[in-house]
């Protein structure tokens, strides 16, 4: 599989410009209707007409990234059965959307014949592909989320998806939503199960003083200082990272002697991890104890069927996100419905 396809989460909080706490139903009856309307499920099929309607407009498109959503409807659109739909009773949109890349110049060839042939495409054609998503907002509050699908690094939307949701919920009386990438606390517990502590790097600058004898003037020079620690026999699992922490006491380097710097005030502190989850090292910051852990939550082991062209089989997707919205991700963003 050429692919690796993944999962992202971002939480979506909304920030009205008065500060009050406004709902998404507020929301939608202050910037979308004109009159109150009578039901909940009016209200989040306004939501959902809001966020396909603005599709084919410039809110979808980025000048900077170079990237554009779409929804096309029409049989070039191998998974258009996929097409977002809403659920009003659990107030989240889902679906497979169309988006990519665009602003380059390139061919178009035969791939199955030895051929010259080949029609051009200019700057402002957009190469489509085909992601899954899930946006969860609820009307009796703040702060939603979102679950993202990406391909690979290079053949990813969440940039022009995290553009397009903030454009969709600013307006006349709300600010530019505030977007917060985070990840559901059993894939953290998984992923700190199964990582090995690849290295530690700590690294700071210092400005460096050094006066003439007249004591008149002085030569300032900065300096960029780094350390790195790495296990040299054996994995060290993140469970046992006090291992590491006691090797640091011996050094010295969490508690001060005399007049030296403590390696725990440096500026940057960063651990190389490698998980066999991801297959791959990633580093995280990581202050005193606390360890940043966001890890990418891979599908490799979590779905089995994928389409001809590598993503993955979208009915079987859907399946595992809507579970894990319903049984992971909620429980975290809403707590109050589970008291």
Do not use: W
């Not at 489509?128 to 509050?141: M, S, W």
């Not at 939503?177 to 990840?183: H, T, V």
């Amino acid at each position: 599989m050429a692919l690796r396809p993944k999962l992202e989460f971002y939480r979506l909080r909304l920030v009205s410009k008065d500060l009050e706490y406004r709902t998404f139903r507020d929301f939608a009856i202050q910037e979308l209707y004109q009159r109150k309307p009578s039901t909940d499920a009016q209200i989040m099929n306004k939501l959902f007409d809001h966020f396909m309607s603005q599709l084919v407009t410039e809110k979808a498109k980025d000048k900077n990234i170079k990237k554009q959503l779409k929804l096309i409807k029409t049989a070039s659109n191998k998974h258009l059965e996929h097409k977002p739909v809403v659920d009003v009773k659990k107030n989240i949109i889902y679906g497979v959307i169309n988006g990519g890349r665009f602003g380059r110049d390139g061919m178009m060839s035969d791939s199955s014949v030895d051929t010259e042939e080949a029609s051009a495409f200019g700057k402002n054609k957009t190469i489509l592909r085909y992601y899954y998503f899930l946006l969860y907002l609820p009307l009796d509050h703040n702060e939603g989320c979102f679950v993202i699908h990406s391909n690979s690094k290079e053949e990813t939307i969440t940039d022009i998806f995290k553009l397009y949701v903030e454009r969709l919920f600013r307006g006349g009386n709300f600010q530019r939503p505030a977007l917060n990438m985070f990840c559901p606390k059993s894939f953290q517990q998984e992923f700190q199960d199964e990582a090995i502590i690849k290295s530690i790097e700590f690294s700071n600058t210092y400005l460096d003083e050094v006066f003439t004898g007249k004591g008149m003037s002085s030569y300032k020079q900065l300096y960029d200082v780094k350390i790195e620690i790495k296990p040299k026999d054996g994995d060290v699992s993140l469970n046992a990272k006090s291992r590491m922490g006691n090797l640091l006491d011996q050094l010295g380097f969490l508690r001060q002697k005399n007049e030296t710097e403590r390696l725990i005030n440096f500026e940057s502190k960063r651990m190389k991890l490698s998980s066999p989850f991801s297959k791959t090292d990633r580093t995280f910051d990581f202050d005193d104890e606390n360890l940043n852990v966001i890890p990418v939550v891979y599908l490799e082991g979590r779905i089995n069927n994928y389409n001809d062209d590598d993503t993955p089989e979208f009915d079987e997707l859907n399946m595992l996100c809507q579970n894990l919205f319903q049984d992971e991700v909620l429980p975290e963003i809403r707590p109050d419905l589970f008291v």
